[in-house]
C-alpha cells in the first residue's frame, strides 16, 4: 500500500466511528516500534515528525526510514505526518520530501512560542492549505493553544477553542482537519490531579462543524507504572497526571479522529533502556538496550491503537494516491467557487 493521504484515513475513521493514533518519531527504532505495532493490530496509522524530529535525524535520514517502513508494509495504510510545522516554508519541506499531511500550527507564530491573533492564524492556515492541496496533501490546522513547552515549543499557556471561531476558521482556511485546545498540554507534566478536559468544546465543534476531523495534541497518558520504574532505576520523574485514555475515548465518540502521542512512547523506551542500564552494567552494546526499547514502544503504542478503535481497520478501503486527493481538492474548489 503505498503512503495515504491523512484526510483518507481520518474521513473513513469518523465512518467507522474510531479514532487513529498519530505516534512522534525521531530515529529508526521508534518507527520499527510503530510499523510492529501496526502490523500486529491491523491499523491505519499516522507517523509523525516534528521540526525538532527532522533537524535531530536530518530531513533524508527521517524520511527514508519513513519510506521504509511503508516498502516494508504495504497492508497498512500509513500518512507520514509533519507536526507542528511553523510556517509556509516548513509545509514546502514537508511536501518535498513526500509528506502525505501536514499541520501549520498557526496559533503560534513562527517562533513557536507567541500566540498569534485569529486574523494570523486564518492567513498562514490558507496559505498552507493552498500550497498543499496543489499536491494532493492534506492539512491539519490549530485553532486555540494547548499548555506545556517541548524542546522550547509552545506558548506554556492554555487557550481554549472557541467553538464558533472554529466554523469561521475552517471555512475561511479549507483545511482538512482541526486540531482543538480542550485543557491538554504536551510533555510528562500535564496535570497535578485528575483533569476534566472541555468536551463540550469537541461537542460543540462536532456539531457545528460535522465533516471535519477533530485532532487532540498532548494526549499521553503518562503512565504511572512507567513513571515509578523509570524512577525506581534512577531517574527523576515528578509526579503528574496525563490524559486518561477513557477521556481520549469520550473525544472519539464527540468526533476526535487524530489523537497525537509521543511522551508515552518516550517513557516507554526510557524505561527499557534504565533497565539494562542499572541492572546490567555491563551491557554496551546499544543492539541490547535499544532492542528492549523499541518492544516496549511497541508494546504501548499497540495497546493505544485497541484503546483508539483503529485495530483491524488497516484493510477497510482502497488507498488513495495523492493524485486523487488532488483531483477531489480541485472538484471541491469548483463546487465552492
Ligand atoms: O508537539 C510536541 C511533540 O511531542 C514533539 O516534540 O518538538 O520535542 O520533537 P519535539
Ligand atoms: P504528548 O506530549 O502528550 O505525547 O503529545 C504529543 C503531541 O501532541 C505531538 O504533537
Ligand atoms: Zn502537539
Redesign the pocket.
Known amino acids: 500500500m503505498p503512503l495515504v493521504p491523512g484526510r483518507q484515513i481520518l474521513n473513513e475513521a469518523i465512518k467507522g466511528g474510531y479514532g487513529v493514533g498519530a505516534f512522534?518519531v525521531?530515529n529508526m527504532e521508534q518507527i520499527q516500534a510503530i510499523m510492529t505495532a501496526a502490523v500486529e493490530t491491523q491499523s491505519p496509522v499516522f507517523i509523525q515528525a516534528?521540526?525538532?524530529?527532522l533537524k535531530y535525524a536530518n530531513l533524508q535520514y527521517l524520511r527514508h526510514l519513513m519510506l521504509a517502513a511503508v516498502e516494508l508494509n504495504p497492508d497498512i495504510p500509513v500518512a507520514m505526518h509533519l507536526?507542528?510545522g511553523n510556517g509556509l516554508d516548513s509545509a514546502k519541506t514537508a511536501v518535498d520530501l513526500g509528506f502525505t499531511s501536514v499541520m501549520i500550527d498557526g496559533s503560534l507564530k513562527e517562533d513557536a512560542k507567541t500566540p498569534t491573533t485569529f486574523e494570523e492564524n486564518v492567513d498562514v492556515t490558507k496559505k498552507v492549505v493552498e500550497y498543499c492541496h496543489k499536491y494532493g496533501v492534506s492539512v491539519e490546522g490549530e485553532l486555540g493553544t494547548l499548555g506545556g513547552i517541548?524542546?522550547g515549543?509552545g506558548s506554556g499557556q492554555i487557550h481554549l477553542t472557541d467553538p464558533d471561531q472554529a466554523v469561521s476558521f475552517i471555512q475561511q482556511t479549507g483545511l482538512d482537519y482541526l486540531a482543538l485546545a480542550i485543557g491538554t498540554s504536551?510533555?510528562a507534566y500535564k496535570f497535578k490531579t485528575a483533569p476534566t478536559l472541555a468536551m463540550d468544546i469537541v461537542k460543540k465543534v462536532r456539531g457545528l462543524c460535522p465533516d471535519t476531523p477533530l485532532v487532540m495534541?498532548g494526549s499521553s497518558t503518562v503512565p504511572k507504572d512507567l513513571r515509578d520504574e523509570i524512577n525506581r532505576l534512577g531517574g527523576k520523574m515528578p509526579n503528574a497526571m496525563g490524559v486518561p485514555v477513557e477521556a481520549i475515548q469520550e473525544g472519539i465518540k464527540n468526533g476526535v479522529a487524530k489523537i497525537?502521542i509521543?511522551?508515552d512512547g518516550r517513557m516507554a523506551i526510557t524505561a527499557a533502556i534504565r533497565k539494562v542500564f542499572m541492572e546490567e552494567p555491563d551491557k554496551f552494546d546499544p543492539r541490547e538496550y535499544l532492542t528492549p526499547a523499541r518492544a516496549a514502544h511497541a508494546k504501548i503504542v499497540a495497546e493505544r491503537m485497541r484503546q483508539f478503535g483503529q485495530a483491524g481497520h488497516a484493510k477497510d478501503y482502497k488507498p488513495m494516491t495523492l493524485a486523487e486527493n488532488k483531483a477531489y481538492y480541485e472538484s471541491k474548489a469548483k463546487t465552492t467557487a
Open positions: 512522534n525521531n516534528s521540526r525538532g524530529a507536526d507542528h517541548e524542546d515549543v504536551h510533555g495534541h497525537n509521543d511522551t
